[in-house]
């Protein structure tokens, strides 16, 4: 099993599920998912009984000249996602300002923005989504927009329901890059 450092350890899924017309997602043999043009990504079989934490990283860039949508994430549990229950809030800093947002009652939880011209990334903590208990995201998004953005992000879930996999979109169009999950020691 590779070592991403100190016992966090790259799940490999035991499939993806997909939509967009010509998306693709492959599992590559280390454990990633390189995938393109895909309205939603799901990764499945990443979240189990062995790590009560774990790490996603994502590279990404959006397929159209659609500059700054949200990436989503929904947790998944046997191949169904949640669409309730999330709740949100932000930190933008772009250029010289940064502004913050809450939402809550969300059907997804917000965890990047992505670009059309620069590749974007996120890395997000997720704390007990194989536990049945509410589960809390943590993560810090990066991207071109405007010449340089850093996005901070919490979320929680509300079910206390155990999940085993995990969506994403932006809701705006096709997207691609690649996706890394690793589970965190006990």
């Known amino acids: 099993m590779p070592v991403f450092v ?22 590559n043999t280390n454990g990633s998912v390189t995938f393109s043009s895909c309205e939603t990504l799901s990764l499945n079989g990443v979240f189990s009984a062995d790590y009560d934490n774990y790490i996603i990283i994502m590279r990404h860039r959006h397929d159209s000249a659609t500059n700054g949508p949200a990436v989503y994430a929904r947790l998944r549990s046997s191949g169904t996602d949640s669409t309730t229950g999330y709740t949100w809030q932000f930190v933008f800093a772009n250029s010289t300002a940064a502004t913050g947002l809450r939402s809550s009652t969300e059907g997804y939880a917000r965890i990047g923005m992505t670009d059309n011209t620069l590749r974007s990334g996120l890395v997000a903590w997720i704390y007990g989504p194989f536990l049945a208990q509410p589960t809390a995201f943590r993560n810090v998004s990066v991207t071109g927009f405007g010449n340089a953005a ?26 691609g890059g690649l996706v890394c999950v690793y589970g965190a020691v006990k």
């Open 6 to 27: 100190d016992g966090h350890h790259l799940i490999t899924p035991t499939s993806t599920a997909k939509t967009g017309t010509g998306s693709t997602a492959t599992i």
């Open 150 to 175: 850093l996005i901070d992000y919490a979320t929680t879930h509300s079910a206390s329901t155990s999940y085993d996999g995990i969506t994403f979109s932006t809701g705006l169009g096709p997207f």
